[in-house]
């Protein structure tokens, strides 16, 4: 089935640890996106990238990094974790043509203590 | 900057009609979208209307959007406890693919 898989689907991460979370689309969407979601907060984004090779900050990049080596991939790397960043992490895609709705993975919840 | 408001919370009973409401501020907004969010899962669209449209319906669903003021609204006709969720809204501007997103509203069908 086509969309979105994201890995892994929970993760308890000590802070201080290193982590990528991992997005992979079958769709050949030129954009990707990594959202956190926080209770009162909403969706939130914090990086993306509008085709292979380029990326862009979103709201709220700081302590995260992306890349983007091909069409089908992109992965989020928290270098240091902290606390503040635990949360819930949804990857989406979306074509960047007329009517782009956006195409969402389950999400990783991700728990830093 | 953009912004999108809702409001966060929305209770009706099994069988009356939803109205959730979302109000943004970018004049030149092009799409305007709603997604569902389910328990566990991540956002799935639900339906989205251009902005040169009044209303849009959908089987049980009912877009109506009022540009002069900037406003949008999703009726869900003969509400089920299926439908419990959070919904959002978004909006895209023509010069950008990247949506801006509400912060979503809780509906809680109650028999």
């Known amino acids: 089935i086509a969309g979105i898989t994201q890995a892994p689907t929970s993760q308890i991460l000590a802070a201080g640890r290193r982590m990528t979370l991992r997005c992979t689309q079958d769709m050949r969407h030129n954009a990707m996106y990594w959202y956190r979601q926080d209770l009162g907060l909403g969706l939130r984004l914090i990086h993306y990238?509008?085709?292979?090779?380029?990326?862009g900050k979103g709201e709220v990049p700081d302590g995260y990094s992306v890349s983007r080596a091909n069409t089908d991939d992109f992965p989020l790397t928290l270098a240091s974790a902290v606390p503040s960043q635990t949360s819930v992490y949804f990857c989406?895609?979306?074509?960047?043509?007329?009517?782009?709705?956006?195409?969402f993975g389950n999400g990783t919840r991700l728990t830093v203590t | 900057g953009e912004d999108v408001e809702q409001s966060l919370f929305l209770s009706v009973r099994e069988g009356d009609s939803s109205v959730i409401n979302c109000t943004y501020t970018d004049s030149s907004s092009t799409y305007l979208y709603w997604y569902k969010q389910e328990p566990g899962a991540g956002l799935q669209l639900l339906t989205y209307i251009f902005s040169n449209m009044d209303m849009k319906q959908d089987q049980r669903l009912t877009v109506l959007l009022n540009k002069k003021d900037k406003h949008l609204s999703l009726r869900i006709a003969d509400t089920q406890t299926g439908d419990s969720a959070i919904y959002f809204c978004a909006e895209e501007s023509g010069g950008s693919y990247i949506p801006t997103f509400g912060r979503g509203t809780s509906l809680i069908v109650h028999p």
């Open positions: 989406a895609s979306s074509d960047t043509g007329g009517v782009s709705p956006l195409h």
């Open positions: 990238s509008n085709t292979a090779g380029t990326t």
